[in-house]
């Protein structure tokens, strides 16, 4: 029986990243706290684009504090390889959209970068768990929204009341707080 665990939500920019770390956060998984005031389920710590011993030190405060606890990132290449040991049963939910769709998310952040970010990203996460024995569950951003919150919560073993799955399902539509760039 596992009694800690570690979740991080990963993938390229525009990948669904946000929907995913949301989703988990209305089924109750704590998802941090100190996020960038331009997206309210990203936290800067893990998406700043370095590695700092301060990731080190909140891994290890939140394995303490916490049963399970997650981070989301679209930077897992600046800082998982080097703090993968201090997770604790760690389990990736990789977020997956076209590179088209993401290139064309009418973001003022897309364009070359992303097409860069995007493939480096991709790049990384292939090869880090092909290399690591960890849980893995890619969400494909176009699925439906049922499927995708059946397949986190089947992935998680989350229990849930009924009124959080449509709170949850209201959100993968694109209500409560989460939008939809197109």
């Known amino acids: 029986m596992i009694t800690q665990q570690t979740v991080i939500v990963c993938g390229p920019e525009f990948s669904g990243t946000s929907l995913v770390a949301g989703t988990l956060r209305i089924l109750g998984i704590n998802m941090g706290s100190e996020f960038n005031p331009e997206d309210a389920h990203q936290e800067v710590l893990f998406n700043n684009g370095q590695f700092t011993d301060e990731i080190t030190r909140t891994i290890a405060d939140r394995n303490n504090k916490f049963k399970v606890w997650g981070a989301k990132t ?20 990789i977020c997956c959209r076209s590179l088209y769709q993401c290139l064309n998310s009418g973001s003022k952040y897309s364009g070359p970068n992303t097409l860069i970010n995007h493939a480096k990203e991709i790049a990384f996460l292939g090869e880090f768990i092909s290399s690591h024995d960890v849980p893995v569950c890619f969400i494909d951003y176009d699925e439906t929204p049922v499927r995708k919150l059946d397949k986190i919560i089947q992935f998680m073993g989350v229990d849930y009341y009924h009124d959080t799955y449509k709170k949850a399902l209201r959100f993968n539509n694109g209500g409560d707080g989460y939008s939809v760039i197109n």
């Open 74 to 93: 679209v930077g897992a290449r600046f800082w998982l390889e080097r703090s993968f040991a201090h997770l604790s049963n760690p389990v990736f939910l």
